[in-house]
T-cell receptor, first 109, second 114 residues
Framework: RKEVEQDPGPFNVPEGATVAFNCTYS??????FFWYRQDCRKEPKLLMS???SGNEDGRFTAQLNRASQYISLLIRDSKLSDSATYLC??????????FGPGTRLSVLP | EADIYQTPRYLVIGTGKKITLECSQT?????MYWYQQDPGMELHLIHY???????EKGDLSSESTVSRIRTEHFPLTLESARPSHTSQYLC?????????????FGPGTRLLVL
């Protein structure tokens, strides 16, 4: 079993839709959680860190459930420019970052 | 924007050549990493460093080597390039900080070995 697992995707949604991505992690000692976005043939870019209380940045909302070892990302009113692969990333201080396999999103006109 | 740079951005080279991929960051980060990623596939960690004179092998076995003589510089070397080395190589860095440690990536080097 992989240390970080994500919805397999791809997700094909119309513009304006709300889409939710799920991620689970197996290491209960994990301390830091992130969502990265990666466009085709580009480097991953930090989308948002995920805090225990949940956090929101514009159309993006991230939630963390430590008890269930589960992280989610919600995108509201999706835009064509949201099309990308979304990577769930988990870290334990002093260890290496563990990347999930990614979930690809295509927002269709 | 992350201040982490990679050169060259694209490299086409023949089999058997020695190549060095450069990575530098101006954020003073302690930890640096090299990942390999094929198109549409997952990231694989091949090397990392905790600081000057520290180098470690990652999860994916690689024929490349790295060095860390200066904090800001983490070059990756392939002594004899082969077609199987064709891939995208991504450098990253992070500052060792409990809870807040965040990783930033360079733009990558796309390598094609003929």
């Amino acid at each position: 079993r992989k240390e970080v697992e994500q919805d397999p995707g791809p997700f094909n949604v119309p513009e304006g839709a709300t889409v939710a991505f799920n991620c689970t992690y197996s290491n209960s000692a994990s301390q830091s959680f992130f969502w990265y976005r990666q466009d085709c043939r580009k480097e991953p870019k930090l989308l948002m860190s995920v805090y225990s209380s949940g956090n929101e940045d514009g159309r993006f909302t991230a939630q963390l459930n430590r008890a269930s070892q589960y992280i989610s990302l919600l995108i509201r009113d999706s835009k064509l420019s949201d099309s990308a692969t979304y990577l769930c990333v988990v870290n334990n201080y002093g260890q290496n970052f563990v990347f999930g396999p990614g979930t690809r999103l295509s927002v269709l006109p | 924007e992350a201040d982490i740079y990679q050169t060259p951005r694209y490299l086409v080279i023949g089999t058997g050549k020695k190549i060095t991929l450069e990575c530098s960051q101006t954020m003073g980060h302690d930890k640096m990493y090299w990942y390999q990623q094929d198109p549409g596939m997952e990231l694989h960690l091949i090397h990392y460093s905790y600081g000057v004179n520290s180098t470690e092998k990652g999860d994916l076995s690689s024929e490349s080597t790295v060095s860390r003589i200066r904090t800001e510089h983490f070059p990756l070397t392939l002594e004899s390039a082969r077609p199987s080395h064709t891939s995208q190589y991504l450098c990253a860095s992070s500052e060792l900080k409990p809870i807040e440690e965040t990783q930033y990536f360079g733009p990558g080097t796309r390598l094609l070995v003929l």
